[in-house]
Every structure is written in structure tokens, then in C-alpha cells.
């Protein structure tokens, strides 16, 4: 099925491990996006990508990395995981908008993270 | 920067009823605004896209309506069930083509 895939589904790390999280898309979108899901607190931009090679931060960047080496994959990465980093993450592709397509944005599943 | 606020943060109703959930955002100049399901646990999924140019759009039980003048966006679910259960939530993109999302209405629909 089209869609975006995100591996793994759960993890459990100890303070100060580090792991990369994949997420790979079908849909020849443009636009990749990774946000945290916290109790009370919403949906929080963490980095982005409007092409392949390219990342910008967002909301909320701090102790996190990403690359966008191909297209279809943007990973994201923890060098030194804290408990803080205890969360739901989420990828998200989209359209460019330069493309003329508008059709919103495809969520993956989600990770579910905790940092012990 | 844009806000997006859900209003209310919790629904209780009784099966049957014909529901009203709204977001309201800041920055009226906007690309598109998206409804997303989320049950717990689990992922979103789109419900309703509509493009700045548009005024609403249909999906089955579900109408979603666009004010952006005013700022507001509202989804209507008619004759609710217990399968509606779950957090309804809100994302609009603007200039920026990052969408901002709000932090959801939580709906339970009792039989």
C-alpha cells in the first residue's frame, strides 16, 4: 500500500544511546516532516525537509538530526538519548507546493520511543 | 506565527447526536486547512482537506467549512456513533507550507 512507513514501531533506550529512526515514503513527495507527540503539548515540529539533500529545523530541534540522503527516506537520529526524548514520533509527507499539488499531508504510524 | 486552537478540548455525547468541532487560527492567510482522526495509539488519518479557495467539503457523515475572513473552520459530524470516537485534529499551512496543528478535540460518542 502507498503510504508512509516508519521503522521502528517501539523502542526502549537507555540515557545516553543513540539510534536513527526511518521513515520512507512511496508518494514522490517533496516535502518530509518529523513531530513529537506529547501528552498535553500537541504536535511539535522537530525538522523538515523540502527536497532530497535538504533539512531545516523547527520547533523543537534540540538533540535531534536528520538527513535526507534519497527522496523517499528522511531519518532522524538521536546521538545521546535523555528522558526528556520519552515520545510519540511521527513523519509526515507532502506535496511541494511549487508542484501545483495540493492534497494535504500522509501520516505514518508512529514510533513509539522511551528513553529509561 | 500562525496559533491554532480546538475548541472544546473534550466531547462526551450520547450516540445520535449531531456534533460541532471547531478550530480557529491566527493568520488568515492560509494555503489549505486539513481535519485529521486519531485513534489512540495509532496515527492520523486525513479526514477533509480544504484549499484556501475553497468554502467546505464532504466526506460521507462529515462536513468540514472554511471562514477565512473570520479565522475558523468548523466540522460537523452528523448522527454520531460510537466508531467516532477519537481525537479530531486541525493543521493549517500557511506561507510557510508548514502546517501548525492544533491540539485536538477529544470525542467520545456513548451508545
Known amino acids: 500500500n502507498a503510504g508512509v512507513t516508519q521503522t521502528p514501531k517501539f523502542r526502549v533506550l537507555k540515557t545516553g544511546q543513540s539510534m536513527t529512526l526511518l521513515c520512507a515514503q512511496d508518494?514522490?513527495?517533496?516535502?518530509m516532516y518529523w513531530y513529537r507527540q506529547d501528552p498535553g503539548m500537541g504536535l511539535r515540529l522537530i525538522h523538515y525537509?523540502?527536497?532530497?539533500?535538504?533539512?531545516a529545523k523547527g520547533e523543537v530541534p534540540d538533540g535531534y538530526n536528520v538527513s535526507r540522503l534519497k527522496k523517499q527516506n528522511f531519518l532522524l537520529g538521536l546521538e545521546s538519548a535523555a528522558p526528556s526524548q520519552t515520545s510519540v514520533y511521527f513523519c509526515?509527507?507532502?506535496?511541494?507546493?511549487?508542484?501545483?499539488?495540493?492534497?494535504?499531508?500522509?501520516f505514518g504510524s508512529g514510533t513509539r520511543l522511551t528513553v529509561v | 506565527k500562525q496559533e491554532v486552537t480546538q475548541i472544546p478540548a473534550a466531547l462526551s455525547v450520547p450516540e445520535g447526536e449531531n456534533l460541532v468541532l471547531n478550530c480557529s487560527f491566527t493568520d488568515s492567510a492560509i494555503y489549505n486547512l486539513q481535519w485529521f482522526r486519531q485513534d489512540p495509539g495509532k496515527g492520523l488519518t486525513s479526514l477533509l482537506l480544504?484549499?484556501?479557495?475553497?468554502r467546505e467539503q464532504t466526506s460521507g457523515r462529515l462536513n468540514a467549512s472554511l471562514d477565512k475572513s473570520s479565522g475558523r473552520s468548523t466540522l460537523y459530524i452528523a448522527a454520531s456513533q460510537p466508531g467516532d470516537s477519537a481525537t479530531y485534529l486541525c493543521?493549517?499551512?500557511?506561507?510557510?507550507?508548514?502546517?501548525?496543528f492544533g491540539r485536538g478535540t477529544s470525542l467520545i460518542v456513548h451508545p
Open positions: 525537509s523540502v527536497g532530497e539533500g535538504t533539512t
Open positions: 509526515a509527507s507532502s506535496y511541494s507546493p511549487w508542484t501545483g499539488a495540493n492534497y494535504g499531508y500522509t
Open positions: 508518494m514522490n513527495h517533496e516535502y
Open positions: 480544504i484549499q484556501s479557495s475553497q
Open positions: 493543521a493549517v499551512t500557511g506561507g510557510s507550507y508548514i502546517p501548525t
